[in-house]
């Protein structure tokens, strides 16, 4: 069985300073990673998937096989990236469903 | 033009009463899904749909019984409340289970 796991729960950062949230997994096979953000009193939302290779708002995220890691960087964080960040992944398979990680909760400080 | 909604978004209710959640979406996805999030903020699927039918279903009592009338909706009843269904659930949906999966705005579950 697939397990995600994020080791922070709380990212307290500056304004302007980097950030960078860990993401490990577990799973035999190969995996789609996805990280997932939500806002204060917002819904969860996508915010990249590791076959896109985007930036999406400034955040990347590589995926690492040989370290089963899938972690989320920010060269400068901003204010509106304080929330609440989720890693997520899916196996390749039928039946396949989407397990998450704990969460990061992240605050960026003025 | 809300893609994915449910109703209510607050629910208070007390224990040992039966509740239902419902949700919709109107992106023509074929998947459904359930998610549980406690009070530490873990999310956890309950259950997922494809075209009305059950894919997965996770270890949830039997007092959670999902309901699919059509592709676009999927329901959660729930009978006999305890103190620990207090928590927020979350109705998302996908084009299948390898993509991108919408979630909806929630649902805050306090049983008193």
């Given at each position: 069985a697939q397990r995600v796991t994020q080791p922070e729960k709380l990212l307290s950062v500056f304004k302007g300073a980097p950030v960078e949230l860990k993401c490990n997994y577990s799973y035999s096979g190969s995996p789609e990673l996805f990280w997932y953000v939500q806002y204060s009193r917002q819904r969860l939302q996508l915010l990249?998937?590791?076959?896109?290779r985007e930036s999406i708002k400034g955040f990347t995220a590589d995926l690492n096989k040989g370290e089963t890691s899938f972690h989320l960087k920010k060269p400068f964080a901003q204010e509106e990236d304080s929330a609440m960040y989720y890693c997520a992944l899916i196996p390749r398979t039928a039946g396949n469903k989407l397990t998450f990680g704990g969460g990061t909760r992240v605050l960026v400080k003025p | 033009d809300t893609a994915v909604s449910q109703t209510p978004k607050y629910l208070v209710t007390q224990m040992g009463n039966d509740k239902s959640i419902k949700c919709e979406q109107?992106?023509?996805?074929d998947t459904m899904y359930w998610y549980k999030q406690d009070s530490k903020k873990f999310l956890k699927i309950m259950f997922s749909y494809n075209n009305k039918e059950l894919i997965i279903n996770e270890?949830?009592?039997?007092?959670f019984s999902p309901k699919s009338p059509d592709k676009a909706h999927l329901n959660l009843h729930i009978n006999?409340?305890?103190?620990?269904?207090s928590a927020v659930y979350f109705c998302a949906s996908s084009p299948d289970s390898n993509n991108e999966q919408f979630f909806g705005p929630g649902t805050r579950l306090t049983v008193l």
């Open positions: 990249l998937r590791h076959i896109s | 109107n992106l023509g996805h270890t949830v009592p039997n007092r006999s409340l305890e103190l620990g269904d």
